[in-house]
């Protein structure tokens, strides 16, 4: 019997080295696999995590299982496995640049950030410059703003989207919470004046207006935070993130002072690259229309025609032509198979210029 059981050991333990062998071949070849969709999604600039596209990998992965017991343990195994070709692809992404907008702090950056956890963000004077950056290949990718929920659109990433090269790889919403910060030891009643970007004095207006402080305007939050940590002065607060109080070394005297709970910025990254759909369900188009009576009407009808819902849509002067417009929509809905390709020849027929400026999926925080 012992015997018995000592050979039953034996083969039990063959089996395994022999999985485990198999396993570890398959590993480095999964592994190289990953290498290419990092590659994939440096080009078009898309995030590392995809939690919807994990999600239905082991919702799929996890039937190949039948036994009950064992599938909880295989779904377990492979969210191990999804973790660990995030570690390879992250320890990948180190190399990739990715420009913004503003200094160290700036929420710009910090989108970057939480966009790009790995990334190695590089920080530009302005929208244009960090915009170039991509365009001369100087950066990967670049982070910028293109719309707040309390301050509306950001014109100058728009423009530069409509008359530039560069494509929407994702659309990501930021919430911003706007705090009282000051040096160490100071309190609300030492505060005199604030400095902050004119966006987020305006978010505020009503807590500076309360407290009667008086107002400067700063380039971004975080040039402001690094304005109060130099001057070391406790009569003069930022208005700021937590993240950039941290930064600066400098201490929240009051926080979320925005003037709405609710205060999201949408942040675009821009690549080279035009995406395909996979996984991005919705479309960014930019047109002009022709001057004839009826032409935007008919290139609404058009897009509605097909199908399509717009999410959005505005218009936007343009800079070298007096008193003439382009449009920005959002659409639900990509462009890519064969009802969307006919909805673009039609509108060719009312537009002078029909742009597919990018795709992105709706509502995704960070």
Known sequence: MVIKMANKLEEARRIINE?????????VKRMRAVEDVYEYKKEHGLPVLDEKRESAVIDRNSEYVSDRVLKGYYIDYLKNLMSISRSYQYRMQSGLKVAYSGVEGAFAHIAAGRIFPEGNRISHSD?????????SGEADVAVLPIENSYSGEVGQTIDLI???????????????????????GASVDDIKK??????A???CHDYI???GFETEEANNTALAAKTVAKADDKSLGAIASVETAQLYGLKVIEANINKSGENTTRFAVLSKVRPVADQLSSTVLMLTVKHEAGSLANAISIIGQHGYNMTALRSR??????????????LHGTVDGENGQKMLGELGSVCDTVKVAGLFRPHTEI
Do not use: C
Request: no cysteine.
């Open 317 to 330: 002067p343009m800079k070298k032509h007096s008193w003439q417009y382009y449009f920005y929509i959002e």
């Open 209 to 211: 207006e309360m407290r």
């Open 194 to 199: 604030v400095t902050s970007h004119p966006q």
């Open 127 to 135: 929208f244009k410059a960090a915009y170039n950056a991509v365009v």
């Open 19 to 27: 999985a485990d062998a198999q396993m570890a071949e398959l590993f």
């Open 162 to 184: 409509f008359s530039g090269p560069l494509y929407i790889s994702g659309i990501y919403e930021l919430e911003i919470h706007q705090n009282l910060l000051g040096v160490q």
């Open 201 to 203: 004095l305006s978010q």
